[in-house]
């Protein structure tokens, strides 16, 4: 199979032909084959027409700006004219999206059968009432969840909770860890009466003294919890109150890694021995690590893969210390790796004994084993646990991947891309480095030489109508939706070397 033959004309390294595989199905193949979009109606490229922001994104930031903070926002976008994989900003500017809203777009802007969803009379009331899942759930809301969310649980997990956002989600599977180790210290689901009465006052035995174990270079979110095993920024943590929790190193690998093998095995080899050495530290000192937390590629903190090999004795580790394993896919799940689950791609003996969502899957929420279940209600609890108006078009994104076939689409489009970038790598290793993300679909991710040669292509990529997202000290990371085709990743390629030849 010939996913694509780079040459080097007139216009530059470009895909120039692609053919899919003869595996592929779905009614939209023959579309996608002709390069064709996935959504009717998208523009066939980007164009600029004024420097971005411009001037009615300054007018709108500064009259925003006087009544809430909004030093982070890009651009203000025009939601109307937006579609498929093009965001269209209220200067009339048309980017060709490959950021998507922080990873968050499975079918890009506007699409079809989202938007029937959303206005179809059937799930109005859903929309407008609702409901608080946890005390009124509606009377569909069983039969949603058996439709949409639990085909997608991990093997050996049974249960599930809905939340709605990544952080809470989180913050809530942290509590989920807490309370079933300690039920296991006291043999008994059922708190003890000195256990209620002294965690009134936030003192022991009631209130425990546990650990949990991150990484540098982590980011899990925003809230109190997952804040401190969030090692990415400063700028997240300063000024804030945080929890004794310790952080392991994670793998840095030196690419590309079919040339630096035996290095990155020891990088490997030191990362889990800290690993281990912490856990035993801290149960020396009376604070036990009742859970691992950890994302299958660091995100935020600059798009850092660990190998299969390390995340399969991670597991063995975190399982001889009698610790819980959490992997937290709310960046990479839903398909953007080419598998539903990033975590899927390391061949472990068994699943995570917790996973948790966002993002793309449109509702946050966990995933967890038999054990991980709580006993009692409102232990974990919110007023809406989740929105069942996000459940419901995630039904309907989840048969678009399923008629489309988008999971492959996303496989032949992330080869098209990674060989097209470490191309690009080769010809001008003194702007960009370190392309990583082979075989993980569009979650690719490459290195500027450094900081402000990262922020420069970022900005110069928008200028010619392609946004891109950058993360850790020097990365430009790749977050296209699942309807990123490889006449997409054509304009990419092209697009990015014009701008790295301007350097």
């Not at 595989?21 to 027409?49: H, I, M, T, Y």
Request: neutral net charge; aromatic residues 8%.
């Amino acid at each position: 199979m010939i996913l694509g033959q780079l040459s080097r004309g007139g216009a530059g390294v470009r895909v120039q032909r692609y053919l899919l595989p003869g595996s592929w199905q779905g009614v939209r193949g023959a579309a996608v084959a002709a390069g064709e979009p996935l959504v009717a109606g998208e523009p066939r490229e980007p164009a600029v027409k004024t420097q971005i922001p411009g001037p009615e994104t300054k007018r709108q930031y500064e009259a925003l700006s006087k009544i809430s903070p909004c030093q982070s926002v890009s651009v203000f976008v025009d939601y109307d004219k937006s579609i498929g994989n093009y965001q269209v900003d209220v200067d009339g500017n048309v980017l060709l999206d490959a950021f998507t809203q922080i990873s968050s777009l499975p079918l890009g802007y506007s699409h079809p059968d989202l938007i029937s969803a959303a206005t179809s009379q059937q799930n109005v009331r859903t929309f407008i009432n609702r409901p608080s899942l946890g005390v009124f759930p509606g009377a569909d809301w069983t039969q949603r969840l058996k439709d949409s969310l639990m085909p997608l649980a991990p093997p050996g997990h049974t249960s599930l909770t809905t939340m709605a956002c990544g952080a809470c989600s989180n913050e809530n599977a942290f509590k989920a860890i807490y309370i079933w180790y300690r039920s296991k210290e006291r043999g008994s689901k059922d708190p003890t009466p000195e256990e209620l009465q002294s965690a009134m006052v936030n003192q022991k035995p009631g209130c425990t003294d546990y650990a949990l174990l991150g990484f540098n270079g982590s980011f899990h979110g925003r809230t109190m919890a997952p804040l401190a095993l969030t090692h990415s920024k400063a700028i997240h943590k300063v000024d804030i109150p945080t929890l004794d929790f310790p952080m392991a190193p994670f793998p840095m690998y030196k690419y590309p890694l079919e040339d630096n093998v035996a290095e990155n095995e020891k990088e490997d080899e030191r990362c889990l021995a800290r690993v281990e050495e912490i856990m035993h530290e801290y149960k020396n000192k009376g604070r036990p690590v009742v859970g691992v937390v950890i994302e299958p590629i660091q995100a935020e903190g600059g798009d850092n893969h660990g190998s299969n090999e390390f995340f399969q004795q991670l597991q063995a580790i975190t399982k001889r210390n009698g610790a819980a394993l959490l992997i937290d896919e709310v960046q990479t799940g839903g398909g953007p790796t080419g598998k539903f689950w990033c975590y899927e791609h390391f061949n472990l003996p068994e699943s995570p004994d917790i996973l948790t969502f966002s993002k793309k899957m449109l509702t946050g929420g966990f995933f967890c084993k038999e054990d991980f279940r709580v006993a009692q209600g409102y232990r974990i609890f919110n007023t809406w646990m989740g929105d069942p108006g996000k459940v419901i078009l995630l039904q309907e994104v989840l048969n678009v991947i399923k008629r489309d076939n988008l999971l492959q689409n996303t496989v032949v489009s992330g080869d098209i891309l990674y060989k097209g970038i470490r191309e690009l790598e080769n010809r001008f290793p003194n702007v960009i480095n370190s392309t990583r993300g082979k075989d993980r679909g569009t979650f690719i991710a490459f290195n500027g030489k450094d900081a402000a040669t990262r922020d420069a292509i970022i900005a110069n990529m928008k200028q010619k109508g392609v946004q891109l997202g950058g993360c850790g000290d020097a990365a430009v990371r790749l977050r296209p939706a699942l309807i990123f085709q490889p006449h997409h990743a054509n304009i990419l390629l092209d697009r990015l070397e014009q701008v790295l030849k301007e350097f």
